[in-house]
């Protein structure tokens, strides 16, 4: 029998306390693992806020991750509109179209792929350092360390010139403030696929051995699939670690003993990275998944067309499966939380922002053992309004 239907709620942006999320999410969990939500077209679907029953949604075939059949949670209609049927965009495809892309890339993201660039990695990340204490203190993390870093590594992965990075940092960052026209949007994705498409067209002319050569010389994909595969790779692949680096930065720094562990125990960076993803997971509206056919999940009823809204912060924060939830503990086996996703749609390059992570904040805490905020906390700008949580800059000083 399913469960009688709560009134819909909106989904909730403003956070209490910078490091948390909405308070309303957790209450809501409290009460149940599903909730009806009123969604910005009037469309009224779900909301899903408990580890398990995400998971669960996740993985199940019957939930579309198909752009056009998505309603829009807080206002993206045309946003998403900007992004239909783009080829190559095969996170907003199902299987079969979503397998033949998943099946070219998988073998680029492998652990073992990954592990051999960390020499490179490393280097990147010291000379970053290196530019950051010439600079002098005080100095903006996110410019000079943050950002840059994840932008040199994917860049070099996949043959994107690194002089281009103001072109695409500026569009990726359009495509991500949840206040962008869309006008805006439409101009800013516009731009990026036609300047990636431009590249690969060289690429076919002057190849070389970096990720989009290879999916040219596959002769599996046609340039404008594999200009929509580069842009959701280059906009994923640096913006995401980016903030991971900088939000886990302020949130160590907010954290004065925890920071300390990690400074005097390097070896305690895997979990800490782990620890961080799951207590600040940074992507904070969705993801959001369409139902194919009737359903009933967890005794409610999910009609056929609508939407759901996974919580993806609310689930890593669930006392069902993680003890005292909202306390930071680098020590903690935080394995298992969903900040990657989960099922087939799961984060291809998760891998690697893991070694990049683990490579960056002990690296940093190293050469700036006296690392500290340049502003006081209250004072830094938080990324509230762009689709990807962070913060907008990091003043720091040592």
């Not at 969990?29 to 779900?46: C, I, K, N, Q, S």
């Not at 075939?61 to 049927?85: D, M, N, Y």
Request: net charge negative.
């Amino acid at each position: 029998m399913t469960k009688a239907m709560p009134d819909p709620v909106t989904l909730p942006l403003a956070r209490e306390t910078p490091l948390d999320p909405p308070s309303a999410l957790g209450r809501w969990r409290d009460e149940g693992p599903l909730r009806p939500m009123l969604y910005a077209d009037g469309h009224v679907g779900w909301l899903v806020t408990r580890y398990d029953t995400v998971r669960a949604v996740l993985a199940d075939p019957r939930f579309s991750t198909r752009v056009e059949l998505l309603h829009p949670p807080i206002g993206e209609r045309l946003r998403q509109a900007a992004l239909r049927k783009r080829p190559g965009f095969f996170l907003r495809e199902d299987p079969p179209e979503h397998t033949r892309f998943r099946r070219l890339l998988t073998g680029q993201f492998t652990v073992r792929r990954m592990k051999q660039l960390e020499p490179r990695i490393e280097k990147i990340t010291s000379e970053r350092l290196d530019e950051m204490e010439k600079a002098g203190s005080p100095a903006d993390l996110v410019q000079l360390f943050a950002l840059p870093i994840p932008s040199l590594v994917i860049c070099e992965l996949l043959g994107v010139p690194y002089a281009d990075h103001h072109r695409f940092q500026r569009d990726s960052a359009t495509l991500l403030n949840l206040g962008s026209s869309p006008q805006q949007v439409s101009q800013a994705l516009d731009g990026l696929m036609d300047y990636l498409h431009d590249l690969v067209v060289r690429k076919r002319a002057e190849p070389d051995d970096a990720l989009l050569s290879g999916l040219v010389a596959s002769g599996q994909l046609t340039d404008e699939e594999i200009t929509g595969v580069a842009v959701l790779l280059l906009i994923a692949g640096h913006e995401t670690t980016a903030n991971m680096l900088a939000l886990g930065t302020y949130t160590l720094l907010n954290n004065p003993g925890q920071l300390a562990a990690l400074r005097d125990d390097p070896s305690l960076a895997e979990t800490a990275v782990e620890e961080l993803l799951r207590y600040l997971t940074i992507v904070h509206l969705g993801p959001v998944r369409t139902a194919l056919e009737d359903a009933e999940v967890e005794g409610y009823a999910i009609k056929a067309g609508q939407s759901v809204v996974l919580a993806l912060s609310a689930a890593n924060r669930d006392p069902e499966r993680f003890d005292a939830p909202d306390k930071l503990d680098i020590t903690r086996q935080a394995t298992g939380h969903v900040s990657f996703g989960h099922g087939i749609h799961q984060c291809l390059g998760q891998q690697l922002a893991r070694i990049e992570m683990r490579i960056g904040y002990p690296a940093l805490l190293r050469r700036f053992p006296h690392l500290r905020l340049a502003i006081p906390s209250e004072e830094v700008s938080m990324r509230s309004d762009m689709a990807i949580y962070g913060v907008h800059r990091l003043p720091v000083a040592w």
